[in-house]
């Protein structure tokens, strides 16, 4: 379990109070916010807005290349100047802003600004990505540059962030946004003039987070979220202090202490002896004929790593109790009730990341000790390796028992309350506190890369996708600039039959906000790996988002999307599928013989077909009865037909709908098709709320 500090105020606020109070002290010097520094690339456009901070009603002036502007500092202490770049020279130039002092920001280009935002696969960074060390040693370019937000969630929205512009080469772009860097690399060498990228992002978050509180009160159901979180974020300290004493007084009444481990390297270590210890099935609650039901009970499990070369392997342990964590006989980490973040939390897996210099080939050794003063401590969910459950058979073993207690005295051991949120989770913290920071910086457009964090609620993504996209655009004042984003790779073990699950309804509901004007979508279902939520592959996701802008803003005449369902029509028990964007024509790739599990141990398995005798793979067909089967597909021209001869009357087809699907329909550019399906029978996600 993660420890979790007991405060009077909440650290999300901690951000905004620093910010607020370094902004008041500041005035009386002319100021800049952090984005608008040393090596920044300015937007090649009509008004460029520059802005900052000095005493109210004081005078200050900028110039840049030729041009000068006045403006005076307002009651607040913000002034805005607005430049004309649109016919500038790419630089570079110094920009100078004088008042009371003067402030001299160098090396600044102007040209194309991107930001690139959303979770940890926008992230993820270029130096572990495939292809890493090459990338890096040939990177070396002055005219692509990155700004990177720093993290930071704040419940108002903050005036300034933390950052700074650098050029990428050898020894900085291992740091750039992976996506983002392939994505700018590709537009800087096609067109030839500076290009900026904003790398404003933060892993395991929703998109709520990324919204304004304007644009989340338009929607009662992430109004009331909102709230309900703020609330248990202000309320926690208080119910967790009140716990933490609570039940430290009931220990020591009832004589609950913990006693020492005298050898934890006899449950813990490699070749202990199993013989004698007790097998438990989890989840649930850690219970077995022979253990006590209190005291202190230690599980063992073996942990199988076949190949060599991992960089790390996350575990995630959702024990709700006070347990101590040893891998390899090696202590993680301990909790106890001061710790203990509370019921009800991802914070209760982990997550326990081991590092490659204690993973070993073959076999592993996880063991566990809860301490048990009130009762057996509880699995809410299955323990997992990464995505790999781990199954191998727990077996459990006392190393101590507490006297037994009345019914009356055990129910009066205090409960921990539910756990507060993490604050990035929280609506409108993000936005709050990493994008308005940067508002009105001028931009060219957006690529995304999130959606994972909210696939248990896709349904309702399809409303709150296209608000983050919207709300941008209006918070911004830049017209509908391009939003391009990601549809969510494959990933998770293959299944062998067609089956309902969250991620294939997250992608369509990404598919759904093409509806909003100006947005495009880089279909990824190629390039996953089932046993890890981050493919390595980058280069292909920022290509693939650099073609759509390439030829939706920069007149590029290219194929830019993949071939995406226009329509059906049943005929003799058929079903005929017709696809836009079929450009060169609609093309079965060959399937490979096996498929990526992990790219960074070149873990593969077998890929076996789930219609072996198709020309087309991933299609699936049901009758009215709703039950999904495998079909035989095979091209005609811009159509796909599609068939089973055990749905002699079909209804609806569906493409690539799983979580980690087997398809191979391209087009003759190369670019995948889309997943998507022809019914509207309900999603499993359809009440899915946070």
């Given at each position: 379990m993660m420890c979790y500090s007991v405060v009077k105020v909440p650290s999300f606020l901690a951000f905004t109070i620093s910010v607020a109070l370094s902004a008041s002290c500041a005035w009386a010097d002319v100021r800049l916010p952090a984005i608008i520094s040393n090596h920044m690339v300015l937007k090649r456009t009509a008004e460029v807005p520059i802005w900052g901070w000095a005493d109210p009603g004081e005078e200050v002036e900028l110039t840049l290349n030729g041009q000068t502007l006045k403006a005076k500092a307002g009651d607040d202490g913000r002034w805005m100047v607005r430049l004309d770049l649109q016919n500038s020279a790419p630089g570079p130039f110094d920009m100078t802003v004088e008042g009371k002092n003067k402030v001299v920001v160098a090396d600044v280009l102007v040209g194309e600004v991107w930001v690139a935002g959303g979770q940890s696969n926008m992230e993820w960074t270029l130096g572990s990505t495939i292809g890493a060390p090459e990338e890096i040693a040939s990177s070396a370019n002055s005219m692509l540059r990155q700004f990177l937000v720093q993290k930071a969630a704040s419940e108002s929205p903050a005036e300034d962030c933390k950052g700074s512009w650098v050029a990428a080469s050898p020894q900085t772009s291992g740091g750039f946004t992976a996506v983002g860097y392939y994505f700018g690399k590709a537009i800087q060498k096609e067109l030839k003039v500076p290009v900026g990228i904003i790398n404003d992002n933060y892993g395991g978050t929703h998109s709520e987070a990324w919204t304004s509180g304007e644009a989340i009160d338009s929607m009662p159901d992430l109004k009331a979220t909102r709230d309900r979180l703020r609330k248990t974020l202000e309320e926690y300290p208080q119910k967790k202090q009140a716990f933490v004493e609570g039940m430290e007084a009931w220990i020591q009444k009832n004589g609950r202490e913990d006693k020492p481990v005298a050898d934890a390297a006899a449950y813990a270590g490699m070749d202990v002896s199993t013989k004698g210890w007790f097998p438990v099935k989890l989840p649930g609650p850690v219970v077995a004929p022979g253990l006590p039901r209190t005291g202190a009970v230690w599980l063992r499990s073996d942990v199988d790593v076949p190949t060599k070369g991992m960089q790390f392997l996350t575990l995630f342990l959702p024990i709700d109790g006070y347990d101590s964590v040893y891998w390899n006989g090696r202590l993680l980490k301990q909790t106890t009730c001061r710790d203990f973040p509370g019921k009800g939390s991802i914070r209760c897996y982990g997550p326990y990341s081991i590092p490659a210099s204690e993973i070993r080939q073959g076999r592993n050794i996880l063991a566990i000790r809860l301490y048990e003063p009130a009762g057996p401590a509880l699995f809410t969910g299955v323990p997992r390796a990464d995505t790999k459950v781990l199954n191998n058979g727990w077996v459990a073993r006392a190393e101590y028992e507490f006297p037994s207690l009345d019914a009356q005295t055990v129910a009066e051991a205090p409960e921990p309350p539910m756990n507060p949120p993490m604050p990035q989770n929280v609506a409108c913290s993000l936005f709050n506190g990493m994008i308005h920071p940067i508002l009105p910086y001028a931009i060219t457009g957006v690529i995304w890369y999130q959606g994972e964090s909210n696939a248990g609620r896709a349904y309702q993504y399809r409303d709150a996708f296209p608000l983050v996209i919207e709300d941008w655009r209006k918070q911004w004042n830049q017209g509908a600039f391009p939003f391009y984003f990601c549809q969510l790779a494959n990933f998770?073990?293959?299944?062998?039959?067609?089956?309902?699950?969250?991620?294939?309804?997250?992608?369509?509901?990404?598919?759904?906000?093409?509806?909003?004007?100006?947005?495009?979508?880089?279909?990824?279902?190629?390039?996953?790996?089932?046993?890890?939520?981050?493919?390595?592959?980058?280069?292909?996701?920022?290509?693939?988002?650099?073609?759509?802008?390439?030829?939706?803003?920069?007149?590029?005449?290219?194929?830019?999307?993949?071939?995406?369902?226009?329509?059906?029509?049943?005929?003799?028990?058929?079903?005929?599928?017709?696809?836009?964007?079929?450009?060169?024509?609609?093309?079965?790739?060959?399937?490979?013989?096996?498929?990526?599990?992990?790219?960074?141990?070149?873990?593969?398995?077998?890929?076996?077909?789930?219609?072996?005798?198709?020309?087309?793979?991933?299609?699936?067909?049901?009758?009215?009865?709703?039950?999904?089967?495998?079909?035989?597909?095979?091209?005609?021209?811009?159509?796909?037909?599609?068939?089973?001869?055990?749905?002699?009357?079909?209804?609806?087809?569906?493409?690539?709908?799983?979580?980690?699907?087997?398809?191979?329909?391209?087009?003759?550019?190369?670019?995948?098709?889309?997943?998507?399906?022809?019914?509207?029978?309900?999603?499993?996600?359809?009440?899915?709320?946070?």
């Open positions: 998770q073990e293959k299944n062998p039959q067609p089956d309902e699950t969250a991620w294939p309804e997250l992608r369509e509901a990404q598919s759904m906000s093409l509806r909003v004007p100006n947005t495009g979508q880089a279909v990824l279902i190629d390039i996953g790996e089932a046993g890890f939520i981050h493919p390595r592959n980058k280069k292909d996701v920022g290509e693939r988002l650099a073609k759509i802008a390439l030829a939706r803003d920069y007149g590029r005449d290219i194929p830019y999307s993949g071939p995406t369902y226009e329509s059906m029509q049943v005929e003799s028990g058929k079903i005929l599928v017709k696809f836009t964007h079929a450009d060169g024509g609609l093309i079965a790739r060959p399937l490979p013989d096996t498929y990526v599990v992990r790219s960074d141990t070149n873990a593969i398995a077998p890929l076996v077909p789930n219609s072996p005798n198709s020309e087309l793979e991933g299609f699936a067909i049901c009758g009215a009865d709703r039950k999904w089967l495998w079909a035989d597909a095979k091209i005609d021209g811009d159509t796909v037909i599609v068939w089973s001869d055990k749905v002699p009357a079909p209804v609806a087809v569906r493409y690539a709908w799983a979580s980690n699907p087997t398809c191979n329909l391209y087009n003759g550019a190369g670019l995948p098709a889309s997943p998507f399906r022809t019914d509207d029978f309900p999603p499993i996600t359809l009440n899915g709320k946070y």
